[in-house]
């Protein structure tokens, strides 16, 4: 049971040992081995080794420096030593378990002590997030995830760190970077984890003081509800959503923040269009966006006018949600905002169908797919695959079924039954419309199943709608 053998290592390294009596005292366990290998370092490389076990996943030799205080030539002895490793892109990692071993040490020799040097750590990766968070939004977003996802685990424990520390100013970089980053890369269910746990961490702070909790409090728990919500949603998981956005809305109002009424009424927005309820969501998108617009909040304009246009497309106004869908494109391209600009031009291909035009449908899709290929949008390539298999359909059913299957393993991977079942339908139709009827019914199935499980009303409408046509045409051909 490997995961038996990985939670003793937790808890003790003495699970590996000989005894051996034909075997060296030093080599009978790995850590008789590090305590020979210790003795031999000199202060200064026992000292940094100490420091540099506070890193996670690896590290560059910069980081070694800014939190370790711990130079090339330090590096290149405890290399030399095989206490370190030198990756191929240059970054450094420990090798296996002796990082465990010498993050022991760090109270016994450190004057910091470890929660010291974790602090520094934390410090070091939350300036790293300041100086990434605004390339998310422009052309540099694809090389800011990259830069992330490098540094993650880093990244996880500064943000444990800045909590358990009471510095809240830092817990907001913490959860702007790595919320954004989740949502960019759709792993939703490593965002709720690590939101669930921080809101826990959050709540005793506030239980251990007497006073009113402060502004700043407040706001970091609106931001970590809000987006809890925004992933909740994803999930499928409707009304936990609901209520992390409705709590999350009456703080806002409580304190007087424009911008994170904005953001929960947008939550609002996009949880009742997912269901289904085309006037609702119109509605608190309306809301959301006027306040946008007062702040002048280009940002959250530009999306919030992405999403009005397609609960207008859902009301049948193509005039209205074009016009929406023209504004939104200006202000993403202005921003350089390639998550929201993919978005639009994915629904303006919808849009281009929808009145006949294939030609300059099927343009729009490849732009949008292409865009959120480069990016790195997972979530997002799952539903702009469907929408391009949509548009195919008619000239290339080969072609469409190859997307749609490709969107499905996608958005299995990432656990959203939501888009799954929607490429399901899609798939369903394209076969039926090629006379596959048999094969078509089991999608159909399978997306039925999918959203009856979810209880998403707006997909159990579309699968009653598609069984029809198919029991419509089993009828013709009888």
Known sequence: DCSGIEAELGRSLGILETRAADVPERHRSIAAAFDYSWGLLNDLERTS????????GGFDPADADAVARCGMATIQSLVDKSLLRRERSGRLAFHGLLRQLAEQRQDAILEEGMQGIRLSHARHFG?????????????????????????LENLRLGWSTTLEHGDLALAEVYAVGLTT???????????????????????????TGTAQPSRSWIGLRVMMLERLGVFRTVRSEYEAARDCFGSALDLAEASGSVQL???????????????GDASEAAALYDSALSLARESDDLRAMAALLCNRASVQRDLNDPDGSEAMYA????????????YVEAGVLNNLGSLAQARGNNELARSYAERGLELRRRIGDRLGISTSLTWLARIVASTDVGE??????????????????????NALLVLSDVLLGHG???????????????????????????????????????????
């Open 127 to 151: 300036a790293f997030l300041a100086g990434t968070n605004p390339c998310f939004h422009d052309h540099r977003l694809a090389e800011a995830l990259d830069r992330t996802a490098e540094r």
């Open 49 to 56: 080794l100490a420091r540099l076990a506070v890193f996670r």
């Open 181 to 207: 980053y989740y949502q960019m890369r759709s792993l939703s269910s490593e965002a709720v984890d690590l939101l669930e746990s921080g809101l826990v961490k959050l709540d005793a702070m506030s239980a």
């Open 261 to 275: 009424r904005i953001r929960c009424l947008s939550g609002l927005g996009n949880l009742s269009q997912r269901i």
């Open 436 to 478: 596959e009827t048999e094969q078509a019914r089991l999608r159909l199935g399978e997306a039925t199943a999918i959203a009856g499980r979810l209880g998403n009303p707006k997909l159990l409408k579309m699968c009653r709608d598609s069984a029809l046509a198919l029991d419509g045409d089993s009828r013709s051909q009888a």
């Open 400 to 421: 469409a079924v190859r997307l749609l299957e490709e969107s499905i393993d996608l958005a299995v991977e990432l656990r959203d039954d939501y888009r799954r079942a």
């Open 327 to 338: 504004e939104a494109l200006e202000k993403a391209r202005r921003l350089g905002d390639g």
